[in-house]
């Protein structure tokens, strides 16, 4: 069965939504992998001055189920 998942990406105070995707996936593994791809695509320097610092995944109920910073990606 598919889930709504909400992929946010935070600016650099941590607090600003820089993106905000809504996706279906089966499972919460598979929006995992999509919130890492969009994590890692919003770092590219050319993207905005300051990168992005963090990626968190919301489940439909509003409970965030998943969350990483820059700095757990090795930066």
Do not use: K, N, Y
């Amino acid at each position: 069965m598919r889930e709504t998942f909400h992929i946010e990406v935070l600016g650099p105070d941590g607090e600003e939504i820089v993106i905000r995707q809504s996706i279906r996936a089966g499972s919460l593994e598979a929006a995992q992998e999509r919130a890492l791809r969009v994590f890692a695509r919003a770092r590219v320097p050319q993207r905005r001055e300051e990168p992005a610092q963090a990626v968190r995944v919301i489940d439909g109920a509003g409970r965030e189920v998943f969350h990483r910073t820059r700095f757990e990606e090795g930066d």
